[in-house]
């Protein structure tokens, strides 16, 4: 079991699967409101209008604060504030990458976006989410993370060739290589257990991610 656990490719997805991404984007929008003179309302549209990739999406922070004359410094200080005074991770997000590394799997975090926002909201949970000691100063049992900016399943191909293995993930249809399952993370649902699609199954939670990867 440990041997077979240790050598799944097990790539969970950041945000909306580990990371609370919606409360974050208004509580941080709420600041820099506050900073800017701009609306709350008028700051989370503008938002939504600046992407790091045409097709692909994702958000590129630097540019929406830019836009609003907001300097570097300052656009970084207020989100590591917004991000280091609150805990956007959901309820069950530490215990299932915790029980997942107690079991012998050796899961890292594979998030999509634009680097230096990633690593900003990233980093400050890594600890937390590994289960170290003392999270905030992200000591002990370091966790893996990638960030892309290209289609997962490109990656995954590209970077672990004929591995086996799988992604947990809020987006649906990643187009994932031969040997992966895709685990698809939809907590709008009310599933009692983890229902199967093609290439994959549909979970509500994480709990029953991690059953689907016990099953593995
Ligand atoms: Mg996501």
Redesign the pocket.
């Known amino acids: 079991m440990t041997r077979a656990a240790g050598e799944l490719n097990l790539a969970l997805?950041?945000?909306?699967?580990l990371?609370d991404?919606a409360r974050f984007s208004t509580d941080l929008w709420q600041e820099v409101a506050r900073l800017t003179d701009i609306p709350l309302a008028q700051a989370a549209a503008d938002g939504e209008g600046f992407h790091a990739d045409p097709v692909l999406g994702g958000y590129d922070y630097e540019k929406h604060m830019a836009a609003y004359g907001l300097e570097s410094a300052a656009m970084w200080a207020v989100l590591d504030d917004v991000v280091r005074s609150n805990d956007y991770l959901y309820e069950d997000s530490a215990e299932f990458v915790q029980v997942l590394r107690a079991e012998g799997y050796r899961p890292y975090i594979l998030?999509?976006g634009v680097m230096p926002y990633q690593r900003a909201k990233i980093v400050p949970y890594i600890g937390k989410l590994a289960g170290a000691s003392d999270e905030r100063r992200n000591t002990g049992p370091d966790l893996g993370y990638t960030i892309i900016l290209r289609r997962k399943g490109e990656y995954i191909a590209e970077a672990y060739p004929g591995a086996r293995g799988a992604l947990v993930?809020?987006?649906a249809n990643q187009i994932l290589p031969e040997g992966f399952v895709e685990i698809h993370i939809d907590r709008s649902l009310e599933l009692t257990s983890p229902q199967e699609k093609a290439g994959g199954f549909v979970v509500a939670n994480l709990a029953q991610a991690q059953h689907v990867i016990r099953s593995l």
Do not use: A, I, K, N
């Open positions: 997805d950041y945000d909306f699967t990371f991404t998030s999509y993930d809020d987006v």
